[in-house]
């Protein structure tokens, strides 16, 4: 008898990654020196100390509901498939309307999808939509889903109590992604996941803002890069193999942290600041230029970065993505891009956003905030 062959689950994998993007920042922004202004704080400690520029607002009307259908239609407008072939919605946020009823059901039925779909919302703090986005490519992966597509959105407003460290970073934003054939990028089907249960950024059920423990937050983040970039070096020569990325994106909740947490591995890998600062101003600084304009937008964050790092990207270019979810859970994946990238359709709904959002005052915060009753889940 032939003895029995392996199975290669992967072999066949570069079918599989993001086919469309679509993004959306909501109608408001608040310049960061306007909420220096109202907290008297030195504007540099926002602009410099935490890396931060403009934070992207929801008027009281608007909710994630829209942010995140706005991006899905963008997402599908531009897809070569049609809505009757989508056979999963998966929403990753920390914003959600309500404790039972998933995000994705006011997508869908704001998008009139129904039936043969599996629509779920995913839930672990920032990290919530690279969640649903593994789950689309494994769902993928494992051949089951024969010829349908998966909507992947991830979708946050981030508010902190007012005069919270945190409110700084505040921020707003949606990424919606479909999950087919790679044509804007491959996502690579091995990544490296690093998860340890603290209580660094957590939501009590009852109560309207997270409890954060900033500084805590920060070492856990840097733990966590640390281990996966570990993961994917495997006693590799570290140099090499940062090489063969074009660019590392990040979750980021705030610029300045993500340069806290690349020292922190560069540390681990005995680099002199020289080369760190190298490594930082040439693969990942360019990557936040459209985090400065919205914020944190906690799922989003990530994947704003990475959308803005894939536009006009040469195909097969390599990139790295870090997501990070407090609680706390954390994974690297790896991916290139496919002959899409290089057009970046998705480019022009963050010029349109911009060019059309009202820029508020000092004084519209307060009203605003004061407006905004938020409701307690
Ligand atoms: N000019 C330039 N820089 C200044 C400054 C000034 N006038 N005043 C202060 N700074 C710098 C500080 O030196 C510090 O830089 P460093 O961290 O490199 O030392 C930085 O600004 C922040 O100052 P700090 O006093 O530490 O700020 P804070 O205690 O008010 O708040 C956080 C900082 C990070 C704790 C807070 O913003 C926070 O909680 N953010 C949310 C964290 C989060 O999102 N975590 C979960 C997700 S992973």
Redesign the pocket.
């Known amino acids: 008898m032939a003895s029995k062959q392996p199975i290669d689950y992967f072999a066949d994998f570069s079918h599989v990654g993001i086919a469309s993007i679509g993004l959306h920042f909501p109608p408001l922004a608040l310049p960061i020196v306007e909420l220096a202004k109202l907290r008297n704080v ?1 504007p ?2 926002y602009l ?3 890396g931060c520029k403009e934070m992207a607002l929801c008027p009281e009307d608007y909710t994630v509901v829209e942010l995140a259908t706005v991006a899905a239609k963008r997402a599908l407008s531009r897809w070569q498939g049609e809505n009757k072939n989508i056979g999963m919605i998966a929403v990753g946020t920390e914003s959600a309307v309500d404790m039972s009823r998933p995000l994705s059901a006011w997508v869908a039925a704001n998008l009139g999808l129904k039936g043969a779909i599996r629509s779920y919302e995913a839930k672990h703090a ?1 990290y919530g939509g690279t969640l649903a986005l593994r789950q689309a490519i494994e769902w993928k992966l494992a051949g089951i889903a024969g010829q349908k597509a998966a909507l992947v959105i991830a979708v946050d407003e981030a508010l902190y109590e007012q005069q919270d ?2 409110e ?2 505040q921020g707003a934003g949606a990424v919606a992604m479909i999950i087919d054939d790679p044509v804007i990028a491959h996502v690579e089907p091995f990544s490296y996941p690093w998860s340890e249960p603290v209580f ?2 957590y939501r009590p059920v009852g109560c309207a803002y997270p409890i ?1 423990d ?2 805590f ?2 070492e856990c ?1 840097c733990q966590a890069v640390k281990a996966c970039y570990q993961a994917l070096i495997n006693g590799r020569d570290p140099e090499k193999v940062l090489a063969e990325f074009h660019a590392l994106c990040f ?1 980021v ?2 610029p ?2 993500v340069k ?1 947490a690349l020292a922190s591995l560069g540390k681990l890998l005995n680099w002199d600041e020289e080369k760190i600062n190298n490594l930082f101003k040439q693969k990942v600084d360019p990557t936040m230029d459209w985090n400065r304009l919205c914020g ?1 937008a906690y799922t989003a964050s990530l994947w704003i970065a990475v959308a803005n790092t894939l536009k006009n990207l040469d195909q097969d270019k390599r990139i790295a993505a870090f997501s ?1 979810g ?1 609680g706390f859970g954390s994974e690297l994946l790896t991916l290139s891009a496919g002959p899409a990238a290089a057009q970046g359709a998705w480019a022009k709904d963050v010029e349109e956003d911009i060019k059309q959002r009202h820029y508020i005052s000092a004084a519209d915060y307060q009203a605003l905030r004061k407006r905004k009753t938020k409701t307690i889940i």
């Open positions: 030195d540099d400690k410099i100390g935490l920032c460290p945190g700084p970073t660094d950024f954060v900033g500084k937050s920060l983040y979750h909740p705030f300045k942290m806290k944190n990070y407090s």
